[in-house]
């Protein structure tokens, strides 16, 4: 009778118990260690947990445990789900020294092991699901639901002390990006089949984040709400709900990572992933199409699906280069959409190669008349598509015949297409339709390796190829597969460009992007307003400067699609240098934690409208740069605030640049940014103030620029006693002019021209290069 007593009052004395019942071999406690604050009980008898983080509102509480086995639902609730074992012990992998328990259940014929990683290295902890024989008839029928669950967790409480973030849709999961808060009466959390990463946080900002660890492509989070209209209930991380049969040792798990702050929360769980699957910046930060700016042909480009009067494609391409090098624009690669291949059933690709109607002198010859490289579109495959040896092809690919898709399962296809790719300057493949592919199979949908085999074939075909691959529709499970893929450098973040919409708001999508080591693209835009002719009818751009800013300032590729003799060549000219280098900041502009509150909780606690932040950092120093767009009311941001972290004191600025300094670089320093909508839109910069001897200087950098200190363009700054040398990198001959505030002299203008080497030394007391 003991027993059941204390398993009763769980709830009421939590830290109490984990002393009691660890003595009674109930429960398990794990102990927080210096880096690792999270309290977590699992109670033996059920299998269940209890967890919280001290000194915040984050406390979690489990909801039963479920596995279908042979078509029946086996479960901790009815006492169907038995437990025969329990095990215990130390261990170490890539994230560090960890704890586990171990429960093993009987799931009718089935063998079924749920585990519990308690890392004492990083605040972490890990929920394993393994079947040592696998398990067959595990299909519930819905894929948008789970055929098990373990964690599963209660959405419990009250309003107002906890709120979340859910990553969903395509877009790598920013297309439909749900918040709210989190109580018993929780809805909008994205899940099923396009569900992703959760994130939970206080109204202090300590933040938890929970996803899938492993198994990407098969995993699957499933928000079972139990109320009225679908609210409360439970969130259950499974596999997906029509996989019919788990193969023998299958393992697939679940990470919780806490952090204080939503944006650092996020970006050390991606730190998480990339470390367990060895993935590094290098390649992303390597990439061309990222690095140098092009041109694009996409949905909302002048030139989608739309030629020059009288001509094809061929010849319309060609000259949309020789016009934009005669204006001074130095575009680096082309971008090809899908209006260049053939297409099948249902718009399918058939055949990945040129039409002779768009191209007539085929691709190679296209290559060779521009001298530019090339980044291509693909979409899903379709049921007729002649690679299939099904339809007379070489290749072997799943044709489903309920179904307008394929699928090739063939490595060696990968590697052709890759090889004859190669002949006509292909560098970045542009996998789109992620999601139609994934989801519009059977096949895929009921098998716990046929997504994850398909993404990392023509993964690794890529890799052994030198090319990259941009995602494009990838739903949040595509993008935590990319942790695998080191050839997935970019990611479209925004739904498709319309001159016009409003795509652009890229703050909160690009998060997770960046945390999983791949760069966010806003995609395209027009850099006049005005482009007459286009396909769209009348559509304008009423808002060209605030396009170019944020493909600017989300380091990842920048593609203006403009119309021969439409460009604003100054206006693109502020987002490179002169030889089409993008002058970037040294991470992607993202949404302040503070708006993903306001938007959260509703309450007067965040900026209401679009505050995004990012810096530069050269040398030990940062300088920052603030985005404010279509905010609704003024608010004040400080360095903390914008999540700049500790920085030396210095100065905040716009232009005009004398009027607006005002003193920025702690917490207690505001900048106050004014009411402004899309068209007078503001971005800020900070930068700190330099002693240097009896004076005091601050380096404003390239007026002209989105990002005036770049580190593509500074690439060393050195302080001397009364005096301050900048190392400045471009195109050879470029002419590059520096301001400084110094002392008494105020500002202070510098032209550079560039040697042969394209580089430059520029030193402030002489207000000279060398």
Not at 79 to 90: A, F, Q, V
Request: with cysteine; aromatic share 12%; proline share 5%.
């Amino acid at each position: 009778m003991i027993l059941p007593l204390l398993l009763s009052l769980w709830s009421t004395m939590e830290h109490v118990f984990p002393l009691l019942l660890t003595w009674l071999g109930a429960v398990a406690a794990f102990s927080p260690t210096d880096t690792n604050p999270i309290n977590l009980v699992v109670n033996q008898a059920t299998g269940g947990f209890k967890l919280d983080v001290p000194n915040s509102s984050l406390n979690f509480n489990s909801a039963e445990i479920f596995f279908q086995v042979s078509g029946k639902l086996y479960r901790t609730a009815d006492g169907s789900l038995k437990k025969t074992n329990i095990d215990d012990g130390l261990g170490k992998d890539t994230l560090g020294k960890y704890q586990y328990k171990s429960i093993l259940w009987q799931a009718g014929g089935a063998r079924v092991e749920t585990y519990y990683r308690y890392y004492t290295d990083v605040p972490a902890v890990v929920f394993g699901q393994h079947f040592p024989d696998g398990a067959n008839g595990t299909s519930v029928g819905n894929p948008d639901h789970t055929c098990t669950g373990f964690p599963t967790i209660a959405l419990e409480g009250q309003a107002g002390l906890l709120a979340y973030l859910s990553f969903g849709g395509n877009m790598f999961g920013g297309a439909s990006i749900g918040a709210g808060e989190w109580y018993y009466q929780t809805t909008g959390i994205r899940s099923g089949i396009t569900g992703g990463p959760l994130v939970v946080f206080d109204r202090n900002l300590n933040t938890v984040v929970l996803s899938p660890f492993s198994e990407f492509m098969a995993a699957s989070v499933w928000h079972n709400g139990t109320g009225s209209g679908g609210y409360g209930g439970e969130v259950n991380y499974g596999i997906m709900g029509d996989v019919e049969n788990i193969p023998p040792n299958f393992d697939y798990q679940t990470i919780l990572y806490y952090d204080k702050g939503i944006n650092q929360a996020l970006h050390e769980w991606g730190g998480a992933l990339m470390r367990q699957y060895g993935k590094t910046r290098a390649r992303t930060e390597s990439d061309f199409s990222s690095n140098y700016i092009g041109y694009w042909t996409d949905n909302g480009a002048y030139y989608y699906y739309h030629t020059e009067s009288g001509k094809n494609y061929e010849d319309t391409m060609v000259d949309v280069m020789a016009y934009t090098k005669e204006a001074g624009i130095p575009y680096r690669y082309l971008q090809l959409d899908s209006w260049w291949y053939y297409k099948g059933v249902a718009g399918g690709v058939k055949t990945w190669d040129a039409r002779p109607d768009v191209f007539p002198s085929g691709l190679r010859a296209l290559y060779e008349k521009i001298g530019l490289p090339i980044v291509a579109h693909n979409r899903y495959w379709a049921k007729d598509t002649t690679y299939a040896k099904q339809n007379g092809g070489n290749y072997s690919f799943i044709v489903e015949k309920q179904s307008t898709l394929s699928i090739p399962i063939d490595m060696t296809f990968w590697d052709d297409l890759f090889t004859q790719s190669a002949e006509w300057g292909l560098i970045v493949y542009e996998q789109d339709w992620l999601d139609v592919e994934f989801k519009g199979l059977k096949a895929t949908l009921s098998s716990t390796s046929l997504g994850k085999q398909w993404l990392m074939q023509f993964g690794q075909a890529a890799s052994s190829h030198d090319l990259n691959i941009q995602y494009c529709m990838a739903n949040p499970r595509h993008a935590l597969q990319s942790v695998q893929i080191p050839a997935v450098t970019q990611a479209r973040v925004s739904g498709d460009y319309h001159p016009g919409n409003e795509q652009w708001r890229i703050g909160i999508g690009s998060i997770m992007a960046h945390a999983l080591g791949v760069r966010p693209f806003k995609d395209t835009f027009w850099s006049t307003t005005n482009q007459t002719g286009s396909p769209y009818g009348h559509a304008t751009e009423p808002y060209p400067r605030l396009q170019a800013a944020v493909a600017t300032l989300s380091a990842g590729p920048v593609g203006p699609s403009d119309m021969v003799k439409g460009a604003d060549v100054n206006l693109i000219m502020r987002s490179c240098n002169a030889e089409g280098l993008l002058l970037k900041p040294s991470r992607p502009a993202t949404a302040i934690d503070l708006q993903i509150a306001q938007k959260a909780f509703q309450l007067d606690m965040g900026p209401k409208g679009e505050v995004w932040t990012t810096y530069s950092d050269i040398a030990g120093l940062r300088f920052g740069i603030i985005l404010a767009a279509d905010l609704q009311a003024d608010w004040n941001i400080n360095a903390v605030t914008a999540g700049f972290g500790e920085m030396m004191l210095g100065m905040a600025f716009t232009w005009p640049l004398t009027p607006s300094m005002t003193p920025f670089g702690t917490a207690t320093e505001n900048l106050l940014l004014k009411q402004c909508g899309k068209d007078d839109f503001a971005v800020w910069y900070t930068s700190p103030f330099l002693t240097l001897q009896n004076q005091t200087a601050m380096i404003i950098g390239e007026t002209d620029k989105w990002v005036p200190v770049s580190p593509q363009r500074v690439k060393n700054i050195l302080m001397f006693d009364s005096n301050l040398e900048l190392s400045l990198a471009g195109a050879p001959g470029e002419t590059v002019t520096m301001s400084f505030m110094v002392g008494a002299k105020g500002l202070v203008e510098i032209k550079c021209v560039l040697n042969e080497a394209g580089t430059a030394t520029l030193n402030l007391n002489k207000e000279a290069c060398y």
